[in-house]
């Protein structure tokens, strides 16, 4: 694997969760990381600040609050960068809120994403890496997901927006040459995870005692995947360029690929309740509803291209990653205090200090 030590990275989105990951790792790799992220309030910030905190931080990296929809300061970004490579993570997530949000997806996913493409263009970068998502696959009733299968039919904004993505950049890499590789993520989870992801909901209020609403009555399977498996991938794919013609099954001829990263073992709601259930010691209230306007039923990685150009696929099981995901939301996300008051808002006979306390005990007895 050629090494790129040394050089300078730019990430967007470095305060988000895979950023935030992403950086730490190129960071202990030895390389330089500019990053940006707008600190919006999606969630709440303060979170963001402490992942920059506890991930980032080092004399190797710098960090600039930045809206990708600012034309003018995404320009002054990459003319005074001198980035080896772009990976591009920030996005506006959250496939229900762009049913209702369509213009923040519009400025995020779409205007700042091509910004950045305006950017990589004028500063010459040696790969692109975007963050593409399983949502492109739509309603496709072909398990697991390929990369050649069709993504002409996406059932959400979201979805919309991504799929948009793959295709303007395939127009750049084609246009100006620009060696590109989009990568679709399949349900990441883990430790510093955003709180509105269905395992960190989950987790917490099993904790607090709070109803779990799981759509289509419990019936449906995700292919999750640990965050450091999306990290090593990525990580993997930096150094390895796509040439021109070698997009399969496709009359491509532009130096550009797309890759899923997906841990390849869909788990139905109802094991990664019960896994929650093993690692906390409690018992989920369990409420059966109907399915949602823009989800799927089913997702499955196949991860035959990224391991024919990384060697790599995702290892990670879903009873390891809920167990680092339950010690970490334990012993670092309590402490910080971030828990939304309504949440933590039990009997007088179950203080929130005796919940930690219960909660801690059975993680260290399991």
Same mark, same amino acid.
């Given at each position: 694997?050629?090494?790129?030590?040394?050089?300078?990275?730019?990430?967007?989105?470095?305060?988000?969760?895979?950023?935030?990951?992403?950086?730490?790792?190129?960071?202990?790799?030895?390389?330089?990381?500019?990053?940006?992220?707008?600190?919006?309030?999606?969630?709440?910030?303060?979170?963001?600040?402490?992942? #920059?905190?506890?991930?980032?931080?080092? $004399?190797?990296?710098?960090?600039? %609050?930045?809206?990708?929809?600012?034309?003018?300061?995404?320009?002054?970004?990459?003319?005074?960068?001198?980035?080896?490579?772009?990976?591009?993570?920030?996005?506006?997530?959250?496939?229900?809120?762009?049913?209702?949000? %369509?213009?923040? +997806?519009?400025?995020?996913?779409?205007?700042?994403?091509?910004?950045? #493409?305006?950017?990589?263009?004028?500063?010459?970068?040696?790969?692109?890496?975007?963050?593409?998502?399983?949502?492109?696959?739509?309603?496709?009733?072909?398990?697991?997901?390929?990369?050649?299968?069709?993504?002409?039919?996406? @059932?959400?904004?979201?979805?919309?927006?991504?799929?948009?993505?793959?295709?303007?950049?395939?127009?750049?890499?084609?246009?100006?040459?620009? %060696?590109?590789?989009?990568?679709?993520?399949?349900?990441?989870?883990?430790?510093?995870?955003?709180?509105? /992801?269905?395992?960190?909901?989950?987790?917490?209020?099993? /904790?607090?005692?709070?109803?779990?609403?799981?759509?289509?009555?419990?019936?449906?399977?995700?292919?999750?995947?640990?965050?450091?498996?999306?990290?090593?991938?990525?990580?993997?794919?930096?150094?390895?360029?796509?040439?021109?013609?070698?997009?399969?099954?496709?009359?491509?001829?532009? $130096?550009?690929?797309?890759?899923?990263?997906?841990?390849?073992?869909?788990?139905? #709601?109802?094991?990664?309740?019960?896994?929650?259930?093993?690692?906390?010691?409690?018992?989920?209230?369990?409420? #059966?509803?109907? /399915?949602?306007?823009?989800?799927?039923?089913?997702?499955?990685?196949? @991860?035959?291209?990224?391991?024919?150009?990384?060697?790599?696929?995702?290892?990670?099981?879903?009873?390891?990653?809920?167990?680092?995901?339950?010690?970490?939301?334990? +012993?670092?996300?309590?402490?910080?205090?971030?828990?939304?008051?309504?949440?933590?808002?039990?009997?007088?006979?179950?203080?929130?200090?005796?919940?930690?306390?219960?909660?801690?005990?059975?993680?260290?007895?399991?």
């Amino acid at each position: 694997m050629k090494v790129i030590n040394d050089k300078r990275i730019l990430v967007t989105g470095a305060a988000g969760f895979i950023g935030a990951h992403l950086a730490r790792r190129l960071l202990a790799d030895g390389f330089e990381v500019v990053g940006v992220d707008n600190l919006n309030n999606y969630y709440d910030p303060r979170l963001k600040d402490a992942r #920059l905190r506890k991930l980032c931080m080092g $004399p190797r990296f710098w960090f600039f %609050p930045l809206d990708l929809a600012d034309r003018s300061r995404v320009e002054s970004l990459f003319h005074n960068g001198d980035f080896e490579a772009v990976v591009h993570l920030a996005a506006q997530p959250g496939i229900r809120r762009s049913i209702s949000n %369509p213009e923040e +997806y519009v400025a995020s996913n779409l205007v700042g994403f091509v910004n950045v #493409l305006e950017g990589v263009r004028a500063c010459s970068c040696r790969h692109f890496i975007f963050a593409s998502s399983s949502s492109v696959y739509g309603s496709n009733n072909k398990i697991p997901f390929a990369e050649e299968d069709s993504t002409d039919f996406p @059932v959400s904004l979201y979805a919309a927006t991504k799929k948009s993505n793959e295709v303007l950049a395939h127009a750049y890499s084609h246009l100006f040459q620009i %060696p590109t590789t989009g990568l679709r993520f399949f349900t990441v989870y883990g430790p510093w995870g955003r709180p509105d /992801m269905a395992i960190f909901k989950f987790v917490e209020a099993v /904790m607090f005692g709070r109803a779990i609403e799981l759509y289509n009555f419990g019936r449906l399977r995700r292919d999750f995947t640990y965050v450091d498996d999306i990290v090593e991938g990525i990580v993997r794919v930096l150094p390895l360029l796509p040439e021109s013609g070698h997009a399969r099954g496709s009359g491509s001829m532009a $130096p550009m690929r797309l890759c899923n990263i997906g841990n390849q073992r869909p788990v139905e #709601l109802s094991h990664l309740i019960h896994t929650i259930e093993l690692c906390l010691g409690r018992t989920a209230d369990v409420r #059966l509803v109907p /399915m949602q306007p823009g989800d799927v039923y089913e997702t499955q990685a196949s @991860v035959d291209r990224l391991r024919e150009v990384t060697e790599y696929s995702p290892r990670v099981s879903i009873e390891e990653g809920i167990r680092k995901f339950v010690d970490w939301y334990i +012993y670092e996300y309590l402490p910080l205090g971030l828990v939304d008051s309504s949440l933590s808002e039990l009997p007088p006979s179950m203080p929130v200090a005796s919940v930690y306390s219960d909660i801690v005990s059975a993680v260290r007895e399991g």
